[in-house]
């Protein structure tokens, strides 16, 4: 069975400018978290998505979004980026309600 | 909201010793304790969980305990191995269909030869 697949692998972007991340997760899981990670603030989680609903969302501001196809492949979005947005950006699978995460090898984001 | 504080930030033990990476969590409601290694270029990785009704668990060389009352739980490696060497998270969560899964900061821990 593949696993997380997370594309690109790395991303450079200039500030102002938009992206989007890709995430296909492990065939049958229906659900797929965001995360962001930074060298000092570690795993930050953004938000999840369930059966193409947003179901649980973190603490980030409006320009980070995000969407799930019926396929539940998902994407992310920042919009307007800014010099504080490189990150790691990791994508999770798990099946149903099961609590266990599968994390994609993650997008390096940098933005100049 | 759940809020999960990990210590020490980094940590380095000589090959063969024990590490213990501690976190404290801030929501009583939380059910579920699992802890993460990520090493390098990778995606973290699921290495032992827990459950607030047991006290502690152990996976060969791993175990990780949970004080409820003190709202803590550890992580204990022994025998360290090079291969140890990586990032460890902890985490917790409500176990509910809806819960989301919130990580400590991380703790790096290298071992010395």
């Known amino acids: 069975k593949a696993g997380v697949t997370q594309t690109p692998r790395y991303l450079i972007k200039t500030r102002g400018q938009q992206v989007t991340l890709s995430c296909s997760p492990i065939s049958g899981h229906r659900s797929v978290s965001w995360y962001q990670q930074t060298p000092g603030q570690g795993l930050q989680f953004l938000f999840e998505?369930?059966?193409?609903?947003?179901?649980n969302k973190g603490n980030f501001p409006g320009r980070f979004s995000g969407r799930q196809f019926s396929n539940s492949r998902s994407e992310m979005n920042v919009s307007t980026l800014e010099l504080g947005d490189s990150a790691l950006y990791l994508c999770?699978?798990?099946?149903?309600?099961?609590?266990?995460?599968?994390f994609g090898s993650g997008t390096q984001l940098s933005v100049l | 909201g759940e809020n999960v504080e990990q210590h020490p930030s980094t940590l380095s033990v000589q090959e063969g010793d024990s590490a213990v990476i501690k976190c404290t969590y801030s929501d009583s409601a939380s059910n579920y304790f699992p802890w993460y290694k990520q090493e390098l270029g990778k995606g973290p990785q699921l290495i032992i969980d827990i459950r607030s009704n047991v006290g502690e668990k152990k996976d060969q060389r791993i175990a990780v305990t949970l004080n409820k009352t003190a709202k803590h739980f550890s992580l204990h490696i022994t025998e360290t191995q090079p291969e140890d060497s990586a990032v460890y998270f902890c985490?917790?969560?409500?176990?509910?269909?809806?819960?989301?899964?919130?990580f400590g900061k991380g703790t790096r821990l290298h071992i010395l030869p």
């Open positions: 998505y369930f059966s193409e609903t947003q179901r």
């Open positions: 985490a917790a969560s409500m176990r509910a269909r809806d819960d989301k899964i919130i």
């Open positions: 999770a699978s798990r099946q149903g309600a099961d609590e266990k995460l599968f």
